[in-house]
């Protein structure tokens, strides 16, 4: 299995530029999400879907969109790069129902915004 | 004040020392609980699941304590692959999970 994969693992953008960072998975999860590591911060939460064509915000999600048309694919958009978007960025998916569920996650993508 | 509280260490301990890490939650609506390992420059992967009645798995013992709104991580017989950064995590409804910064173990020969 290939579990979570996400493309690029590196990306350096100029500031304004607009990007998809690539995630699928074949776990047949339903629910998935986007988070985000900087250092000293941990991962924040900046989208999530329960499932195709559900998409809710996380506690960071400008500057950043989602879509979910299948169960496998979950993009993040960064619609125009700034500095501050410089991070780790972590797609998750997980099944939705009951606790205690385990979160997958995909290696990472290490964008630079210059 | 931060959902999910750790102390970042660097915790630096010999091998087969015994560590301890804690972590505090301020959200008394959360509904599960884990620790999860980091891997330098890797991805988050669940280390176990924690339950109001502690657990163990094999070196590894966990426990929550809801009153406190506490959970802790115990390690024993550390070896050099323990060497990584122990992430607490707690769920949400919806399995929305709030992570804590992370603690750094470090352990040397």
């Known amino acids: 299995n290939a579990g979570v994969t996400q493309t690029p693992k590196f990306q350096v953008l100029k500031t304004g530029q607009s990007m998809t960072l690539q995630c699928a998975q074949d776990?047949?999860?339903?629910?998935m999400s986007w988070y985000r590591q900087d250092p000293g911060m941990g991962l924040r939460l900046i989208h999530y879907?329960?499932?195709?064509?559900?998409?809710d915000q996380g506690e960071v999600p400008n500057g950043y969109n989602v879509s979910r048309s299948t169960t496998e694919d979950f993009p993040l958009r960064l619609l125009s790069a700034a500095p501050s978007q410089t991070s780790v960025y972590f797609c998750?998916?997980?099944?939705?129902?009951?606790?205690?569920?385990?979160?997958?996650f995909g290696q990472g993508t290490r964008l630079t915004v210059v | 004040r931060k959902e999910v509280e750790q102390d970042p260490g660097p915790f630096n301990v010999p091998e087969g020392a015994t560590v301890a890490f804690n972590c505090t939650y301020s959200?008394?609506?959360?509904?599960?609980f884990f620790w999860y390992r980091q891997d330098c420059r890797k991805e988050p992967k669940l280390l176990m699941s924690?339950?109001?009645s502690g657990n163990e798995d094999g070196r590894f013992t966990a426990q929550l304590n809801r009153a406190s709104q506490y959970i802790s991580l115990l390690i024993r017989d550390s070896k050099l692959s323990d060497s990584a950064t122990y992430l607490c995590?707690?769920?949400?409804?919806?399995?929305?999970?709030?992570f804590g910064a992370g603690t750094i173990l470090r352990v040397k020969s």
């Open positions: 998750a998916s997980s099944y939705s129902i009951g606790m205690n569920t385990e979160a997958f």
């Open positions: 776990m047949n999860h339903e629910y």
């Open positions: 879907s329960v499932g195709a064509g559900i998409t």
């Open positions: 959200n008394s609506a959360s509904q599960s």
């Open positions: 924690v339950y109001s």
């Open positions: 995590v707690v769920g949400r409804e919806g399995n929305k999970l709030v």
